[in-house]
T-cell receptor, first 112, second 113 residues
Framework: KAGVTQTPRYLIKTRGQQVTLSCSPISGHRSVSWYQQTPGQGLQFLFEYFSETQRNKGNFPGRFSGRQFSNSRSEMNVSTLELGDSALYLCASSGGFVAEAFFGQGTRLTVV | QKEVEQDPGPLSVPEGAIVSLNCTYS??????FMWYRQYSRKGPELLMYTYSSGNKEDGRFTAQVDKSSKYISLFIRDSQPSDSATYLC?????????????FGKGTTLSVSS
């Protein structure tokens, strides 16, 4: 069974630009969550999508948005990038059981 | 005060040692407690989870939850160099509306041969 796939693995963007990250969940999983990981703050919850609807949202500014498609694949968008957005962005998929969330390898975003 | 506190370490032990990793939390509503392992440049890997209080064992790993003290632990027996990684605790509510996890900042473990 294939795991969670995130693309691209690495990105370098300039301050002020926008970026879109992609996540393909484990087959059959309908829940996709996004997290930001930084050395200072650790792993922080961004939002969760289930059946194309945002079900939960963390405490991040509106520049961070996402969506989910009918095949459960999800994208995350960050607009007007800031230097502080440099982080590892992780996607997790779940079959519905809160304690079993499986993570992808992440997308390392560097904003210069 | 953060909801979940975890000593970042680093923790260095010799091969074969018993390792104890711990987290404390402040929200008594947490019901699910998870441990993840993260190798450098990789995503977190789910090791095990526990519901409410008690112990759970899986091979060399044992997870303990003490809800009265708001304290959880992960014990690793017969530690191996391949166990060298960052260990993250995570917690969640029994929440019909979703699967948001609250993480500790992680403890870096190094096992030397």
């Amino acid at each position: 069974k294939a795991g969670v796939t995130q693309t691209p693995r690495y990105l370098i963007k300039t301050r002020g630009q926008q970026v879109t990250l992609s996540c393909s969940p484990i087959s059959g999983h309908r829940s996709v969550s996004w997290y930001q990981q930084t050395p200072g703050q650790g792993l922080q919850f961004l939002f969760e999508y289930f059946s194309e609807t945002q079900r939960n949202k963390g405490n991040f500014p509106g520049r961070f948005s996402g969506r989910q498609f009918s095949n459960s694949r999800s994208e995350m968008n960050v607009s007007t990038l800031e230097l502080g957005d440099s982080a590892l962005y992780l996607c997790a998929s779940s079959g519905g059981f809160v304690a079993e969330a499986f993570f992808g390898q992440g997308t390392r975003l560097t904003v210069v | 005060q953060k909801e979940v506190e975890q000593d970042p370490g680093p923790l260095s032990v010799p091969e074969g040692a018993i390792v104890s990793l711990n987290c404390t939390y402040s929200n008594s509503a947490f019901q699910y407690f998870m441990w993840y392992r993260q190798y450098s440049r990789k995503g977190p890997e789910l090791l095990m989870y526990t519901y409410s209080s008690g112990n759970k064992e899986d091979g060399r790993f044992t997870a303990q939850v003490d809800k009265s003290s708001k304290y959880i632990s992960l014990f690793i027996r017969d530690s191996q160099p391949s166990d060298s990684a960052t260990y993250l605790c995570a917690m969640s509510f029994v929440n019909q509306a979703g699967t948001a996890l609250i993480f500790g900042k992680g403890t870096t473990l190094s096992v030397s041969s």
